[in-house]
């Protein structure tokens, strides 16, 4: 089992697409 997950989302500015790689922590993947 991880503990950290990296998950890359994609950030809509309004003026631009961003990808962002984060780590998910384990109290963020347990909500899920």
């Given at each position: 089992d991880k503990t950290e997950d990296v998950v890359?989302?994609?950030?809509?500015?309004?003026?631009?697409?961003?990808?962002?790689?984060?780590?998910k922590t384990r109290c963020e993947k347990n909500e899920e």
């Open positions: 890359e989302y994609t950030v809509d500015t309004g003026t631009q697409r961003v990808k962002r790689k984060i780590k």
